[in-house]
């Protein structure tokens, strides 16, 4: 069985602050790791991914996500938050023997000026 | 390419009626996902298909709910007869292959009263 976990909610932070969303994971084998981002009234749109390789994975806009198999987390960073990116982030799992990726409940990010 | 391509984008429909969504996969995409998202209950998978053949239709809700793919550049997502709790935004993605990164439509957002 594989699953995804976002904690919370919601995070707020300030612009030009850095930002963190996180996600945690289980996979009986070895998970591919996506982040999604979802701007009102539009569809998920794909941020980044980890396959393999690379614990650090860099995406789209400026976003940046760390892969940690220890503590079975996949964080989404961003060292210097714009308003532009307040949405809602959602991380996804797939388990390389499953045929599909199971999402996490989503976190919704808002940037303050 | 024009991308994952819904419609269509707005629904509004009484009850008891009959709604089909449409969806057209990005060309050389050989899985496609219909998903389903509100408030409530945030993204849900409903089906999935892989080279045009449903591989697992457990999230579908119930038997007013069906879905086809009768070639790989096409799906139909239909409600028979539709319920005002069937109100939502359905998405419909695509992949290169199950599992790594989806490329989502732009959703039907369905209401119906």
């Known amino acids: 069985a594989q699953s995804v976990a976002q904690p919370e909610d919601q995070v707020n932070v300030a612009e030009g602050n850095p930002l963190t969303v996180k996600c945690t994971y289980s996979?009986?084998?070895?998970?591919?790791l996506f982040w999604y981002v979802q701007y009102p009234n539009r569809g998920l749109q794909f941020l980044l991914k980890y396959i393999t390789g690379d614990n650090l994975v860099k995406g789209s806009y400026g976003f940046e996500a760390e892969f940690n198999k220890s503590q079975t987390s996949f964080h989404l960073k961003k060292p210097s938050a714009l308003v532009s990116d307040s949405a809602l982030y959602f991380c996804a799992v797939r388990d390389t023997n499953a045929g599909k990726s199971t999402f996490g409940d989503g976190t919704t990010l808002t940037v303050k000026p | 390419d024009a991308g994952v391509i819904q419609s269509p984008r707005h629904e509004v429909t009484e009850m008891g009626q009959e709604v089909t969504l449409r969806c057209k996969p990005i060309?050389?995409?050989?899985?496609l996902f219909w998903y389903r998202q509100t408030m409530m209950r945030g993204l849900e998978l409903l089906i999935y298909?892989?080279?045009?053949?449903?591989?697992?239709d457990s999230g579908m809700p119930e038997d007013r709910f069906s879905a086809k793919m009768p070639n790989a550049s096409f799906s139909t997502l239909k409600i028979q007869p539709s319920e005002p709790r069937d109100s939502a935004v359905y998405f419909c993605?695509?992949?290169?292959?199950?599992?790594?990164?989806?490329?989502f439509g732009s959703g039907t957002r369905l209401t119906v009263v």
């Open positions: 060309s050389g995409h050989n899985s």
């Open positions: 298909f892989n080279n045009n053949v449903p591989i697992d």
């Open positions: 996979v009986s084998g070895n998970p591919y």
């Open positions: 993605a695509s992949s290169l292959q199950t599992g790594l990164g989806y490329t």
